[in-house]
């Protein structure tokens, strides 16, 4: 069960909203990276954010460059689920296997701020601060098995290959 | 049932009746990282514990996103994959060489192949009939030590493009049309599949650009049937023998259907900060124009550099408008020194860059000001892509980036073509 605060994102946040460009030569010293994360689109989020905490995004999350960057970053300010309408596709297969879990459901019954529960074994959200429970989308099972195992080095760590 | 051109390419790879949905575990034919995406891959790979390289000859490495170095960590990082290409016997493409994806088409894409990179326009080789598909570091780097990989086998869209298209328009004029019309997001897990007249008569530079964009409407590939056009591009190259066709079975299923008539497309744009937030270029006549860009992996090749000559022959620039041509490979730039263009950009008052990704990702090479905008022919105007997220990008063809650089304001290029 995770529980944590919400922060409330709009539609289409990309990967160079989550790490821009201009921060390139960052990308080998990630903690430092990290303090710039999302900035241009929420100053203050990085310094607001708490360990435990979620983003609430709308469709289309992590759209953009392939840059795992942007998923690790994410992570490390403390995030400990992405919860959205849809997630672009590169960023969903990085999330993942960064450990990084990425949850599908209807974020418009979440606002800025809201407390939050997730049981990720019942497949729901519990939005503590209006009563209302969201359902968790479908995910597939190769990557409940990623994630399960905190990743994907992880993973391979213990298994060696994928299973098929 | 019929299958798709992903459902036959993953069928075939995996040796198994592949249908949209399944999960396969496909051989990869090809892997590959550039400097951005790479030092992490390394570090993965040597976190992993795997030692082994699954085949090294089908490894590479590109550095293209910061070339040459614009500072110290990026230098460094560039060490990691030099000595890292040296101890693999992983092939390696140094600065100035050119962008990962025209790199990619040039020397290794074949029809039927599985291509992963490190790199979202990893899909630009879908145009030779590769299932190419771009993904995070930590996914290449176990791809390059397993030569394996999991797919999720999409669901397809056939894409029918009827009709010619007429003057002035081109490939970039019809992505931005689709992309606008599907949404950034219409096509997520997705294979966009291409067929009809248009992509019939269409050169593989106009494919190229075509599939490098299906990713800007979330699709993962965006495939093309192979045909004379595939087969002659491959014997050029020196891959004759690797040509094969391909084609979608006529009873195939898709999930969804698009017709395009290439005869009602206008010259497009797409404003900031979206790609689907697209207009005809004639209505942003007025809109200044500071900085032109004509290059990256969508619209960096010969083709697009000769209709920007031939646009800028014997004009100048306006005076408050800079423009910028990268070639996309150090071929495309000797072929277009061979050809002229460069000359008549350069007496244009073009900034000749290195081959590589320029300024389109915002490292180097053309940071646009406060306020500024610019008329790119890349793929992306998000907020904050080149380097600054005051600056506003607008995307277009290298005919609409020329007559663009000539009036100083967003231009439709019909009137000059």
Excluded at chain 1, 109 to 118: Q, R, T, V
Excluded at chain 2, 220 to 226: A, E, M, N, S
Excluded at chain 2, 361 to 387: I, K, P, W, Y
Aim: net charge negative; hydrophobic share 45%.
């Amino acid at each position: 069960m995770l529980r944590g605060k919400a922060f409330k994102f709009e539609d289409n946040i990309s990967t160079d909203d989550i790490t821009p460009g201009r921060l390139f030569h960052l990308r080998s010293n990630l903690p430092e990276l990290a303090k710039h994360v999302l900035e241009d689109v929420a100053p203050s989020f990085g310094s607001m954010v708490k360990p435990g905490d979620f983003i609430a995004a709308g469709v289309n999350f992590g759209l953009g460059s392939s840059r795992e960057h942007a998923a690790i970053v994410l992570k490390m300010a403390g995030v400990e689920a992405i919860l959205a309408k849809s997630i672009a596709r590169i960023f969903f297969r990085n999330a993942v296997n960064v450990g990084l879990p990425v949850l599908i459901c209807d974020t418009d019954k979440i606002n800025d701020g809201d407390e939050l529960e997730i049981d990720l074994v019942g497949s729901i959200v519990k939005n503590l601060t209006n009563g209302t429970k969201l359902p968790i989308g479908e995910f597939p099972e190769v990557m409940l098995r990623i994630l399960e195992e905190g990743g994907l080095i992880p993973y391979i760590k213990k298994h060696g290959d994928f299973e098929s | 049932m019929g299958k798709t051109l992903a459902e036959k390419i993953l069928s075939e790879n995996s040796g198994s009746d592949a249908h949209a949905g399944d999960i396969i575990i496909a051989r990869v034919d090809l892997a590959f990282l550039q400097d951005g995406t790479g030092p992490l891959a390394l570090r993965q790979l040597e976190e992993s514990g795997l030692e082994q390289i699954a085949n090294p000859e089908r490894v590479v490495l590109f550095l293209d996103h910061a070339a040459p170095s614009p500072s110290l960590e990026l230098a460094n990082d560039h060490i990691i994959l030099r000595q890292f290409a040296r101890k693999s016997g992983a092939q390696l493409y140094d600065v100035g060489e050119g962008v990962c994806h025209q790199l990619v088409v040039e020397s290794y894409a074949n029809p039927g192949e599985v291509i992963i990179g490190a790199d979202s326009h990893t899909v630009t080789a879908g145009a030779l009939g590769a299932f190419a598909t771009g993904m995070g570091s930590t996914d290449v780097a176990i791809a390059i030590a397993l030569g394996r990989t999991w797919l999720r086998v999409p669901e397809s869209f056939n894409v029918a493009v009827s009709g010619g298209f007429t003057k002035g328009v081109y490939a970039k004029d019809l992505a931005l049309h689709l992309i606008g019309r599907l949404g950034a997001d219409g096509a997520t897990y997705k294979s966009l599949e291409f067929s009809g007249e248009a992509i019939a008569n269409m050169s593989m530079t106009g494919r190229f650009t075509l599939a490098n964009m299906a990713v800007e409407a979330g699709a993962k590939t965006g495939l093309f049937p192979t045909d004379e056009v595939t087969r002659a591009y491959l014997e050029s190259r020196g891959r004759s023998a690797l040509f094969r066709s391909l084609r979608p079975d006529p009873d195939a299923k898709y999930e969804r259907a698009i017709a395009i008539d290439a005869s009602s497309l206008e010259p497009m744009v797409s404003k900031p900060h979206a790609v689907d937030n697209i207009a005809l270029a004639r209505e942003l006549t007025g809109t200044k124009i500071a900085q032109v860009f004509i290059g990256t992996c969508t619209n960096g090749r010969l083709d697009d550099l000769a209709v920007a000559a031939a646009i800028l022959s014997g004009k100048r620039c306006h005076p408050k408008t800079r423009l910028l041509v990268a070639p996309a490979s150090r071929e495309v730039l000797r072929e277009a020194i061979s050809a002229g263009y460069i000359q008549t950009l350069l007496e244009a008052g073009a900034v000749l860059l290195p081959p590589g990704c320029g300024p389109c990702v915002g490292v180097h090479q053309g940071v646009l000001g406060d306020g500024e905008a610019c008329l790119s022919t890349a793929n992306r105007n998000f907020r904050g892509r080149m380097g600054n997220p005051e600056a506003h990008i607008y995307l277009g063809s290298p005919a609409t980036a020329a007559a663009s650089a000539i009036a100083g304001e967003i231009t439709d290029p019909r009137e000059l073509v």
